[in-house]
């Protein structure tokens, strides 16, 4: 059975990414070897996967998210995030009878008048007060 996951802000080849969200990582080779062992772990070829922004950081982006996703399980399908230069602005999807909207950014103009749940990225775990895991209030994931 083919699965659904929902990823963001790997920041593949980030140095600084390490410090700013205190990733347990000594080396941005160390952590992108882990994010594609983790990523490879769980994912499946058949699966797809909604990746929501910010997927690398690197002088030449494009080309090293091609090298990347070459190693990466999945059908991805990206979601554009402020630190990238590929993907759709949002997408909308409908699950039993629900509507989600896919997004980097919660805040983006595009959110305020939508009707459903907004699955988003941007906000790492920095920000759990204001933008906690779920709010079911807000709708939002």
Do not use: Q
């Amino acid at each position: 059975m083919r699965k659904i996951y929902f990823i963001s802000d790997t920041h593949f080849n980030h140095a600084n990414i390490i410090k700013y969200c205190n990733r347990p990582f000594s080396s941005v080779e160390e952590m992108n070897k882990t994010l594609i062992k983790n990523w490879n772990n769980i994912v499946r070829d058949k699966d797809i996967v909604y990746f929501l922004g910010d997927f690398v950081l690197s002088k030449n982006k494009v080309k090293k998210a091609k090298e990347l996703i070459e190693l990466l399980n999945g059908e991805v399908i990206f979601i554009k995030g402020n630190h990238d230069k590929f993907g759709e602005k949002f997408r909308v999807i409908e699950y039993n009878g629900y509507k989600f909207m896919l997004i980097h950014n919660p805040d983006s103009s595009y959110t305020f008048n939508f009707d459903g749940w907004i699955i988003h990225g941007h906000h790492h775990a920095n920000h759990l007060d204001e933008y906690p895991f779920i709010n079911p209030k807000r709708k939002r994931v």
